[in-house]
């Protein structure tokens, strides 16, 4: 990763344009062409270094239940887990902890009746069914991004 691509990321994660076509702003930011702008965020999404370019809203404020979760999940019954877990368009965030509670992912739903129908589908599809449902009491920060 060269100074161009973090430049690049740092304009995507706070002031990505709004614009029809905001690669050509990003380019012309960056000193390059629209074309090598996106060339290089491809690129960067091929190694995994980008994830997804989207919004952030502020799920609480639409109307929208969130949660972080924390499984116990047996070690014969991870891969089916997360599995099952990562179907739902919902998961933002799923990840492995070396702790008894091992599985951890966040969730948002349009209602608390649809949270509790998929912890009632993940816990009826895989049988593990100590899942930890931590909603948050006050929010601290939304905003996550990363000076490069």
């Known amino acids: 990763m ?5 430049k690049m990321l740092n304009i995507l994660q706070k ?3 709004l614009t029809e076509q905001p690669f050509a702003i990003v380019a012309e930011k960056c000193g390059i062409s629209e074309e090598e702008t996106l060339a290089r965020v491809q690129k ?3 190694e995994g270094i980008i994830r997804r370019i989207g919004a952030v809203f502020d799920g609480a404020k639409l109307g929208r239940v969130s949660t972080l979760c924390a499984a ?5 019954k ?9 179907t739902n368009k919902n998961v933002t965030h799923n990840y492995r902890r070396d702790d008894e509670y091992n599985i951890w992912f966040t969730v948002s739903a349009a209602s608390a009746k649809e949270l509790e129908s998929f912890f ?3 816990k009826e599809k895989t049988g593990v069914t100590d899942i ?9 920060k939304i905003n996550a991004s990363f000076d490069l």
């Open 15 to 17: 002031e990505f344009p």
């Open 72 to 76: 116990r999940v047996p070690e014969d």
């Open 2 to 6: 060269d100074e161009i691509d973090k």
């Open 44 to 46: 960067m999404k091929d």
């Open 132 to 140: 930890l449902d931590m909603r948050a009491v006050k929010t601290f």
């Open 120 to 122: 009632d589908e993940i």
């Open 78 to 86: 991870i891969e089916l887990f997360v599995k099952t877990v990562n």
